[in-house]
């Protein structure tokens, strides 16, 4: 029988077109019973495959095509373990071995030096043999054939047949078989597969012109001349070799030989065995370990303790059947390892003496007592009553996940480290692989059919917010100028072939922060290659392909705010001598609580979206478990499950009962979830409830729980949940729970298919919110400091965060270049902004012209900066400094300092910002600099913040426009004052705009106007009729109606429309109307024709708001 | 026709005016050789100018 042994999935990249469980479905349909996956240079996609493969009961042979030196191709199959460790460390040769990452070739002496169990297959037809048969003619290939034979031998070198009627195969075959007959080597017949079905060759066609960046008809001569390289049946692939019966036969007798390697189950990866010093035993150490620190957390008279000591024997006993104690001490080394490396970043600082951990635990492995005790989780799970079933449980069928947060600085030194302490064969990186999405997709296969790009552009937008082709061409129906290409030749097979290639790999990337570590050399285990960054290796498998093969991962992952809180506690201990001890504040502080309670949140960790404080009106937090719901609940897994809204119920519900001194019993689909729900209130919030109640609602087993519990965390998580219906029903049916009831709470399990929090992981991150809430009310100015210094990271931009501190009472001073440091800085009570966050500045100007000042003190003129200041700096660099002001204490207006930045620089030089200008040596003064100009105006003030910095500092854009405002618009601030129901205009700045998958076609919007932010909430109907104006424009009118409900405020619009002024409903004759009732000042109104030109510029100035979905 | 050369088959422009086509080289009596192709959609013979 044929056996496929030439096949390419996704995975070669640009080239392959099915991802490779879909290979091994189509392979098991076409009845094969063994498959070759011989992607390029890779094995990307072999664990993935092997996985399916076995699932479907197809004998999975590990392969990959190389490009030796010369160009030509040879195809590697894995026959033995040995030769999967040859062939692992022959692929990671041809990767690290080359200049150009992206060009991986091997020398053929190397593969010859590791042959040893492998099999060697002569090419495609860019093949060894058959390039020098082409060039060189049959004796110079009969020659090379013998060598072959030579250094392989008879037993281990194959020539490849392939007849794809393609033009020359027929000669090509039979020279090759002759040559084979000659030189006593055996042939064999493969496919040269690249799409498991005909239909796809077009999508192959496409994936060929991108990879050479042109269009289709300019591919010609690259593009394979026919759809014949699909998986064909294997009789189909039988007859067309039926000259030559042998090729056939010797296509199953290979197949049969790879059975002997199954990287499923032979991978050789060995735990990492790192004991103590004395060699104790890995369980006892841990024991020992552990036991060192429960009297220290619970001491002997802590009402907790026994329940202490009984959860570490669960522990250590589970932990010892699944034989991961030598895993927690890797951990615990590694901890070790961190608190060095932040001791080292951290010394000679004042936040030294802060008892800052160097990092924190995250994920579902903070509810474990093992790693509280060993310092890898900050929360105490007996107190916070957190469960383990989802971190460790009886039926654990992978290793479990410890993740780990770290403030930027501390990571990047630690991943140094880790490399230097383990060594560098026996540590990398994990990879990932990022994905056309459909947005993309559409760009780019829309330039390779050669499509005009306005039009492509427009729905390469619409793509963005829908994940199919129907949906895609059904919005576009809907488009002025787009309607009529629906069905349009090009346009239609642009649509389709998006989807097609959405979800694809379209390279190998480095994963935020997964490390494996392993105690064989990682090279013989999955093949390593350079990654983008420098002095990086990754390995070239995901995480998902990592946890298949049991590898101890590491998750290393920067979190933003740790490094605002590390800076934040320096700040704080440089005002007051002593940096604040966060893991001792009062964690019961009402002000706090109030705070959040007021939706006030901008800026801080987690709660700060728009639909966090929305929601937080609502449930109003009030303690450390209250924020660890409302982190967890804003989340798809919640919301898909329907808990959002009993939830908000009933804690207005418990609320009324407390405060009419009753006792409150939150209602439950049935008695048995009581204990599992009863903390959530009936519903279920977090992820790990979702195994509780299958225990306890289905009988499901620690097995069942762990195969659930898996599901949940891979791809395509909804299909595998679903999966679970029938033995949950007949679970539930054995506790006497009726089918409806049973049916219910399902619904609410398979909806954590989407993304949902552990509970431990929402009790890490509600107490790192509420420290940030500490931080935020006691010390704002330092805290909005470090925010501004430690961006990008949350929901608003420096613009929205600059006006929120200025709310608070927080003046944000622009950059001065005789005050401003190289970042952002504490002045005064205000934040001080940095010459590093002006456009054309980089670090390192920043720090020469501080330092120059520190050295030589202040700068007395421009002259005198121009003298001093690095010559790389360029002249739009100076003139951006005066934009903003930041010479302004020279004396003299903006416009006469540009003339001067004029005299001093010369004429602007060509557009190379690396010339460095003409450094002056001599203090002359410049003829023509006592010439005098205007100084700027408000409106040029601002819109010069924009330009050079991103942000304004001077106010909100629309205050300069008040009098050219819609006279109905109604500030923010003030909507309060009107009844629900209203009818309303508002304008402002587009901060966000939402439209989440789990809100059925409705739009959010988060607009700003110079009395906060308000909400908007675009019917699906409003946005298919003003769908331009709500997705691209900067600055809005909406017209609507005001719903006011449970503490939120928000306008359900009935038009969205760009801001106009001087338009219908928008210029003010002030004689007649009040836009003071609307809350509006008039203090600097712009006449028309300024507000008109201001507007026009701030439209194409404006910062991008941030948007989702 | 003496024999048959070489046979392989073209599928292109899907994006335009779809091509699919079936040829064959022959050897016809007498020693000439010929290119015919077949159009796959209709099922009609053509033979290649040279």
Redesign the interface.
């Known amino acids: 029988m044929y056996i496929e042994l030439h096949a390419h999935s996704a995975f070669s990249f640009l080239d392959g077109t099915t991802p490779p469980e879909a290979l091994a479905q189509r392979a098991v349909q076409l009845g094969y019973p063994a498959l070759a996956l011989t992607d390029h240079a890779g094995l990307y996609g072999s664990m993935a495959f092997a996985q399916a493969a076995k699932h479907l009961g197809l004998q999975p042979i590990t392969g990959a095509e190389v490009t030796l030196l010369d160009g030509t191709h040879l195809t590697l199959l894995a026959e033995t373990p040995i030769g999967y460790a040859n062939l692992c460390r022959l692929l990671t040769e041809a990767h690290l071995g080359r200049e150009d990452r992206r060009d991986p070739r091997l020398p053929f002496d190397s593969l010859v030096e590791r042959q040893e169990g492998l099999i060697v297959l002569s090419g495609c037809r860019a093949g060894l043999l058959p390039t020098v048969l082409a060039h060189d003619g049959l004796l110079a290939a009969r020659r090379l054939a013998d060598e072959c034979r030579e250094r392989f031998g008879r037993e281990r070198f194959f020539l490849e047949l392939q007849r794809n009627h393609v033009k020359g195969d027929r000669d090509r075959v039979r020279a090759l078989g002759e040559i084979a007959d000659a030189e006593g080597l055996a042939v064999v017949a493969t496919g040269d597969v690249h799409y498991d079905r005909r239909e796809r060759a077009r999508l192959h066609d496409v994936l060929t012109a991108l990879r050479h960046r042109t269009t289709l008809d300019g591919s010609h001569d690259v593009r394979r001349a026919n759809a014949e390289f699909s998986l064909r049946p294997p009789a189909e692939a039988a007859a067309l070799f039926a000259d030559r019966p042998d090729a056939i036969a010797h296509t199953q007798i290979i197949a049969e030989r790879c059975a002997a390697f199954d990287l499923t189950r032979d991978l050789g990866y060995t735990f990492p065995d790192f004991r103590g010093a004395d060699r104790t035993p890995a369980p006892r150490a841990l024991a020992e370990l552990c036991r060192a620190r429960l009297d220290e957390r619970y001491p002997p008279d802590d009402p907790l303790r026994s329940e202490a000591e009984r959860r570490l024997a669960d522990e250590l006993r589970l932990v010892e059947l699944h034989r991961l104690s030598g895993f927690f001490l890797v951990y615990h080394d590694l901890f070790d390892l961190a608190r060095e490396v932040a001791a080292d970043v951290r010394r000679g600082s004042r936040r030294t003496s802060g008892n800052l951990l160097p990092g924190r635990g995250r994920g579902s492995s903070v509810s474990s007592i093992i790693c509280y005790f060993l310092g890898l989780s900050h929360v105490d799970p007996i107190r916070s009553n957190l469960f383990i079933g989802r971190f460790l449980n009886e039926s654990l069928a992978s290793i479990p996940d410890i993740d780990l947060d770290f403030p930027r600085e501390i990571r990047e030194e630690l991943i140094r480290r880790v490399y230097d302490r383990y060594g560098h064969e026996h540590v990398g990186l994990v990879c990932s692989y990022p994905t056309y999405r459909l947005r993309s997709a559409v760009r780019e296969i829309g330039k390779a059919l050669d499509l005009p790009p306005g039009e492509l552009e427009q729905i390469a937008k619409l793509a963005s917010s829908h994940h199919s082709a129907a949906a895609v061409r059904e919005e576009m129906q809907h488009i002025p100028g787009l309607a009529d290409k629906v069905d349009a030749p090009l346009w239609r097979d642009l649509c389709e072939l998006a989807e097609q290639i959405a979800g694809l790999p379209r390279h190998i990337s480095q994963h935020v922060g997964g490390m494996i570590i392993s105690s064989r050399p990682l090279v013989e285990i999955v093949p390593l290659e350079r990654s983008a960054m420098p002095d990086r290796v990754v390995c070239q498998w995901d995480k998902d392909s990592c946890d298949d093969a049991r590898f101890v991962k590491i998750d290393f992952l920067a979190l933003g705010m740790l490094s605002l809180v590390e800076e934040c506690v320096e700040l704080v201990a440089k005002r007051e001598g002593e940096p604040p001890d966060l893991s001792r504040i009062d964690f019961d502080d009402q002000a706090i609580y109030d705070r959040i309670c007021a939706g006030d949140t901008v800026g801080l960790f987690q709660i700060e979206s728009r639909a966090q404080i929305q929601m937080i009106r609502r449930v109003r937090p009030r303690t450390l478990p209250d924020l660890a719901v409302q982190v967890a609940i804003v989340r798809p897994g919640p919301i898909v499950g329907g808990a959002v809204n009993p939830y908000v119920r009933r804690r207005e519900a418990q609320r009324r009962a407390r405060d009419e001194g009753r006792p409150y019993e939150p209602p439950v689909d049935h008695p048995l979830l009581r204990e599992a729900l009863g903390e959530t209130l009936g519903v279920i919030i977090f992820q790990d409830q979702v195994l509780q109640v299958c225990q306890a609602l289905a009988r499901f087993t620690a097995g069942q729980a762990e195969a659930l519990r898996r599901a949940m965390s891979r791809r395509r998580s909804r299909e595998l949940l679903e999966g679970f219906w029938e033995e949950f029903r007949d679970g539930a049916a054995k506790n006497g729970v009726p089918e409806p009831t049973a049916q219910r709470v399902f619904e609410q399990v398979v909806a954590f298919s989407e993304f949902g929090f552990p509970k431990s992981h929402a009790a890490a991150f509600g107490l790192l919110a509420y420290q940030s809430a500490w931080l935020f009310h006691y010390y704002p100015v330092e805290y909005y400091t470090a925010l501004f210094n430690n961006q990008p990271m949350g929901f608003y931009s420096l613009d929205a965060l600059g006006r929120d501190a200025v709310r608070h009472g927080v003046e944000i001073r622009l950059p001065d270049v005789n005050r401003s440091d190289v970042w952002c800085t504490v002045e005064d009570g205000a934040v001080r902004v940095g010459l590093g966050f002006l456009r054309e500045w980089n670090e390192e100007h920043a720090l020469a012209v501080v330092e120059a000042r520190e050295r030589h003190g202040p700068y007395r003129g421009l002259g005198d900066l121009v003298r001093r200041a690095p010559p790389t700096l360029s002249r739009n660099a100076f003139e951006h400094l005066v934009w903003v002001g930041g010479c302004d204490a020279f004396g003299l207006t903006r416009r006469e300092l540009l003339w001067q930045v004029g005299l001093w620089l010369g004429p602007k030089e060509d557009r190379d910002p690396r010339r460095a200008r003409r450094q002056l040596e001599l203090p002359l003064n410049q003829p023509h600099d006592q010439l005098r100009f205007a100084s700027v105006d408000a409106s040029e003030k601002l819109l010069a913040e924009y330009a050079v910095l991103g942000f304004a500092a001077s106010g909100h854009p629309l205050t300069l426009l008040a009098g050219a405002l819609p006279p109905q618009a109604v500030r923010s601030d003030r909507l309060v004052d009107r009844e629900h129901g209203a009818d309303v205009e508002v304008v402002g700045l587009v901060v966000a705009r939402q439209r989440p998958q789990t809100a059925k076609g409705f739009v959010f919007i988060l607009m700003e106007d110079e009395g906060g932010m308000t909400n908007v909430i675009v019917h699906p109907d409003v946005y298919e009729r003003d769908r331009l104006a709500v997705r691209g424009e900067p600055l809005l009118w909406v017209k609507g109606t005001l719903a006011k409900d449970d503490g939120t405020l928000n306008v359900i619009a009935a038009e969205v429309r760009p801001l106009a002024v001087g338009r219908p409903g928008g210029w003010a004759d002030r004689s007649r109307h009040a836009p003071e009732a609307a809350g509006r000042s008039t203090a600097q109104p712009l006449n028309r024709p300024s507000a008109f030109r201001f507007l026009r510029s701030m439209r194409a100035l404006a910062p991008g708001s941030k948007d989702w979905g | 026709m003496e024999e048959i050369?070489?046979?392989?088959?073209?599928?292109?422009e899907?994006?335009?005016t779809p091509i699919h086509r079936?040829?064959v080289e022959v050897v016809l009596a007498g020693g000439a050789h010929v290119v015919l192709f077949e159009e796959l959609a209709t099922g009609e013979w053509f033979m290649q100018q040279p």
């Open positions: 050369v070489e046979e392989w088959r073209i599928d292109d899907w994006w335009r079936r040829y």
